[in-house]
């Protein structure tokens, strides 16, 4: 490759930034000095070089308003995301000059209803936020390069980054294009779970029938069934102590009381999360559109800000619907927390038993345990600690047959016992203790402790040791993930459109025409895909898997098989 090819292949950084009225367009070289700087509208700040990769203060601040204007950005750096990431990854090995630049130490500030103007807003009046003047965001930008040149790791914090980046794109894409979703169908199920729509402020017949049913039961016509104190002391005037309203610990009393009042509850809570007035506000126009915060959970995992997307019931998967002529490739992975924790330790024993095929009937077959309800218990238990009942009879099993995978676990809950942190795969590191949970640890040590203050010191160090325990492995199946639709992105977005008449309008016109991602849930995907691509956009789906595989663990034989199934709705049996 010679001199001239080369540059026109190197990516090219740009920050864009605010400045008065206007988007202020800096070209950063690669010794980060500042090599052009522009002014342009805020209303057409970007333009389509592949090559370019935006930096800016925050993907939902700057990503919507090209999303509208129909532009689709390959690639950006989050300085807000890649902020909170080395600020305190362990592989950071100076991180003083960013912890000290507090201004950046912002959560995501998304609106909890669809559409919100504030989400649009580059004016900066709607919404505190991370700098985005252009002193304040380049000094930034400066900080995180170089704590990613002097770190103990660069590449796999770059990684890291670059993802959780991508996952910022795609999230306000996937908020623009929507999840198809049929009212029709929704209102339907809504009808024969609840009955019909009932006046403002009036319950639907059954769940009316119900609430008559348990206060009967009760022997009470005016019980409280929706306060959880007034609500326990009807329960004990009749003889049911319970401590708490959990449907667990209700059934297990013999009452008549109980049967409708969990039913009840039940009925109550889809009708509170996903009834008619979620209907009319989160899906009013065929398209559900979430509001996702990429790395809203401390280990890295996705959260939603309003309407539930995380939350989906399965009895309304019906109504995620494909547009005619459409249809979805739905796509979850098999148990990829442990395969992820296989891959971190380098088991080969564990790979192998998960190789082609389910990771739980592999670990039956090679004899570590009778059943597969046993297999499953034993390795969830293992990543999240459990030491009693089932999973603390079984998992001293899984230790003698895959001690480098339950040895890594282990170590990563010794590791927050005594107060230190844990790092995901590629560089995410858990929060370190808290001051009162040091100060718990310390006043156990102190000679006039009492017995209950090191019960209490053991208990908050045990309970520290099963979040390490299972940060280093969720963490890093949420990397794996992010890998995953980043590189799928890329690939869908190479994909030919339809014509406009086979097209999807309500995805928008970036989106109407194409295979887009429109759901992400921790391990499973929905593609919304014109009929005549989804054989393609499933081998896309497959291929990035593998891929994502690859980039994180190299050679080592670990597969993440796909449950991939290619329909006109999201139906689960």
Not at 144 to 166: H, K, M, N, T, V
Not at 313 to 342: H, K, N
Not at 447 to 475: C, L, Y
Request: aromatic share 6%; with cysteine.
């Amino acid at each position: 490759m010679n001199a001239t090819s080369a540059a026109r292949s190197t990516p090219r950084w740009r920050l864009v930034t605010t400045s008065g009225e206007q988007a202020v367009v800096t070209t950063i070289g690669a010794d980060l000095d500042v090599q052009h700087v522009e002014r342009r509208a805020l209303d057409a700040w970007w333009d389509d070089d592949p090559l370019t990769r935006w930096v800016w203060s925050d993907t939902t601040r700057w990503y919507p308003r090209a999303l509208r204007a129909g532009a689709v950005l390959a690639r950006c750096h989050d300085l807000r995301l890649a902020h909170a990431i080395l600020r305190d990854s362990a592989l950071v090995t100076d991180a003083a000059a960013l912890r000290a630049a507090t201004a950046w130490d912002v959560a995501v500030d998304e609106p909890a209803t669809p559409a919100a103007p504030a989400l649009f807003d580059l004016d900066g009046t709607a919404r505190a936020g991370v700098p985005d003047d252009p002193d304040e965001a380049l000094a930034e930008f400066r900080r995180q390069q170089r704590a990613l040149r002097d770190g103990a790791d660069p590449a796999r914090l770059q990684l890291l980054i670059a993802a959780e980046s991508a996952g910022a794109l795609l999230a306000t894409e996937m908020n623009t294009a929507g999840l198809p979703w049929d009212r029709r169908t929704h209102e339907a199920i809504l009808e024969d779970v609840l009955g019909a729509r009932p006046a403002p402020g009036e319950l639907p017949a059954r769940v009316r029938d119900l609430a008559t049913a348990v206060r009967v039961a009760l022997g009470d016509p005016a019980a409280s069934l929706d306060s959880h104190p007034k609500l326990l002391r009807s329960l004990h005037r009749v003889g049911v102590r319970a401590e708490s309203t959990s449907r667990w610990e209700l059934a297990e009393y013999d009452h008549p009381a109980i049967g409708p009042l969990l039913a009840y509850k039940k009925l109550t809570r889809l009708m509170s999360a996903n009834g008619w007035a979620w209907l009319d506000e989160w899906a009013a126009d065929g398209r559900f559109r979430p509001v996702y915060v990429p790395g809203g959970v401390v280990t890295g995992r996705w959260a939603s800000s309003g309407g539930g997307a995380l939350q989906i019931p399965r009895q309304l998967r019906r109504a995620v619907r494909a547009d005619p002529g459409w249809t979805l490739v739905v796509a979850d992975v098999a148990q990829l927390e442990p395969r992820v924790l296989a891959a971190m330790a380098s088991d080969e024993s564990l790979a192998s038993a998960a190789r082609g095929r389910d990771l739980y009937e592999g670990i039956v077959a090679s004899g570590v345990v009778q059943t597969r309800q046993e297999a499953k218990i034993a390795v969830l238990g293992a990543m999240y600690g459990a030491t009693t009942g089932d999973s603390g009879r079984l998992v001293p099993a899984l230790r003698r047959a895959y001690p480098r995978a339950m040895g890594l676990v282990d170590d990563a809950a010794a590791t927050g016992e005594r107060g230190g942190v844990v790092s995901t795969w590629l560089g995410r590191s858990s929060p370190p203790p808290s001051s009162s949970w040091r100060e718990i640890q310390a006043s156990a040590a102190l000679p006039d402790a009492t017995e209950a203050d090191r019960v209490r010191a053991r208990r908050s160090a045990r309970d520290r040791g099963r979040f390490t325990r299972n940060f280093v492995v969720q963490g890093t199946a949420a990397e794996w993930a992010a890998a995953w639709l980043a590189d799928l992105r890329g690939r869908l977005a190479a994909l030919p459109e339809v014509d406009a008449a086979d097209g999807a309008a309500a995805s928008g016109p970036v989106f109407g025409r194409r295979a887009h991602l429109a759901f992400f849930l921790h391990d499973e995907i929905i593609v919304h895909t014109p009929a005549p691509h989804a054989e393609a956009v499933a081998e896309a789906v497959r291929e990035a898997a593998a891929n994502a595989a690859r980039l994180l663990f190299g050679s080592f034989p670990i597969d993440f098989p796909l449950d991939l199934r290619i329909a006109v709705d999201a139906a689960k049996d």
